[in-house]
T-cell receptor
Framework: AQKITQTQPGMFVQEKEAVTLDCTYDTSDPSYGLFWYKQPSSGEMIFLIYQGSYDQQNATEGRYSLNFQKARKSANLVISASQLGDSAMYFCAMSPYSSASKIIFGSGTRLSIRP | DTAVSQTPKYLVTQMGNDKSIKCEQNLGHDTMYWYKQDSKKFLKIMFSYNNKELIINETVPNRFSPKSPDKAHLNLHINSLELGDSAVYFC???????????FGEGSRLTVL
């Protein structure tokens, strides 16, 4: 069975600091994709970044990077130079390639940026 | 043009009623989903359709019935609504095995 764990229900970070949001996963599939989504208070789900299990390099998208450690089964999201607009819920998700239509989500981390 | 659109965005109804939420995507994706987000923000997959065929049906009461008239539409019908059905329901679509989801704006259902 697949499982995604986000152990930080909430975090407070000072503006302009970097922040790491933790995500660990469990799957028996050899191939899978890992994602991060952002959900601001307005409620929409915004795709941030994707990492394939066979990708050699960690994914980066602007201020977002994914610290992928396959042996440890972790896929932490790093946000550099945090901004007030980064305050939101963040969800880690996984899609095993054998069942790409079954994308499961972690319980989320609420990130609050302090001015 | 909204890529994945859901209607209605808000729905308030009494216990026991039947209601539907509609979803349409104009991205040409083959796969569509319904997710339920509860009050604790936990997102749980309910159904997944690929080219109008049901491929994932998680442990969901059979009061919930998805219908996909074509691959651009996936509607969710709920019979005999219960208090515990109150949640935000997200429709989403994806194209390839990387599985990036494109979400609708969500439909907040409140059962009184």
């Amino acid at each position: 069975a697949q499982k995604i764990t986000q152990t930080q229900p909430g975090m407070f970070v000072q503006e302009k600091e970097a922040v790491t949001l933790d995500c660990t996963y469990d799957t028996s599939d050899p191939s899978y994709g890992l994602f991060w989504y952002k959900q601001p208070s307005s409620g929409e789900m915004i795709f941030l970044i994707y990492q394939g299990s066979y990708d050699q390099q960690n994914a980066t998208e602007g201020r977002y990077s994914l610290n992928f450690q396959k042996a440890r089964k972790s896929a932490n999201l790093v946000i550099s130079a945090s901004q007030l607009g980064d305050s939101a819920m963040y969800f880690c998700a996984m899609s095993p390639y054998s069942s790409a239509s079954k994308i499961i989500f972690g319980s989320g981390t609420r990130l609050s940026i302090r001015p | 043009d909204t890529a994945v659109s859901q209607t209605p965005k808000y729905l308030v109804t009494q216990m026991g009623n039947d209601k539907s939420i509609k979803c349409e995507q104009n991205l040409g994706h083959d796969t569509m989903y319904w997710y339920k987000q509860d009050s604790k923000k936990f997102l749980k997959i309910m159904f997944s359709y690929n080219n109008k065929e049901l491929i994932i049906n998680e442990t969901v009461p059979n009061r919930f019935s998805p219908k996909s008239p074509d691959k651009a539409h996936l509607n969710l019908h709920i019979n005999s609504l219960e208090l515990g059905d109150s949640a935000v329901y997200f429709c989403a679509s994806s194209q390839d095995s990387t599985g990036e989801l494109f979400f609708g704006e969500g439909s907040r259902l409140t059962v009184l």
